[in-house]
């Protein structure tokens, strides 16, 4: 059985669509579009080593952009601090008296949480926002400073 080229480029790009499903990395996809680049160009009749540069240009330069897109995209918020991780972060609490060290209990959602204050200053009484979950203790600051 005789493939011609441009069947085993389209045969390259499958399998490395398939690999990155497995993988989930995407930068397979950006090769697999180069693989595309040098199936088309097997079409149109070019020679093998066109064919190569159609897909090193296509498929490096796409995993070069998407390499510099990922880089230069903002970064998330830590997840202690991220409230699309924990739907608690941004609440308030009503701390009525603070221990030593800033550490309080106060009840939250029908629980009662330690608590830590994590801002400037002294901690006074009073209705705080939750900055940060770590474990089972809440990162608050005053409602007030935000």
């Given at each position: 059985m005789d493939f011609s080229a441009s069947?085993?480029?389209?045969?390259v790009a499958g399998v490395l669509v398939a690999a990155e499903?497995?993988?989930?990395?995407?930068?397979?996809?950006?090769?697999?579009l180069g693989c595309t680049a040098a199936a088309l160009?097997?079409?149109?009749?070019?020679?093998?080593?066109?064919?190569?540069?159609a897909a090193a240009l296509v498929g490096g330069g796409a995993t070069?952009?998407?390499?510099?897109?990922?880089?230069?995209?903002?970064?998330?918020?830590?997840?202690?601090?991220n409230r699309d991780v924990s739907l608690d972060i941004g609440q308030t609490v009503q701390?009525?008296?603070?221990?030593?060290?800033?550490?309080?209990?106060?009840?939250?959602r029908g629980a009662a949480w330690a608590v830590h204050y994590q801002a400037p200053g002294?901690?006074?009484?009073?209705t705080h926002v939750i900055v940060a979950v770590r474990g089972n203790?809440?990162?608050?600051?005053?409602?007030?400073?935000r």
């Open positions: 069947t085993l480029w389209w045969l499903m497995l993988s989930g990395t995407f930068y397979l996809l950006m090769l697999a160009a097997a079409h149109a009749g070019l020679a093998a080593s066109a064919q190569f540069v070069a952009a998407w390499h510099f897109r990922r880089a230069s995209a903002p970064r998330s918020q830590p997840v202690e601090s701390v009525d008296a603070w221990g030593p060290g800033g550490e309080a209990r106060v009840q939250y002294v901690p006074t009484p009073g203790r809440f990162e608050v600051a005053p409602a007030a400073a």
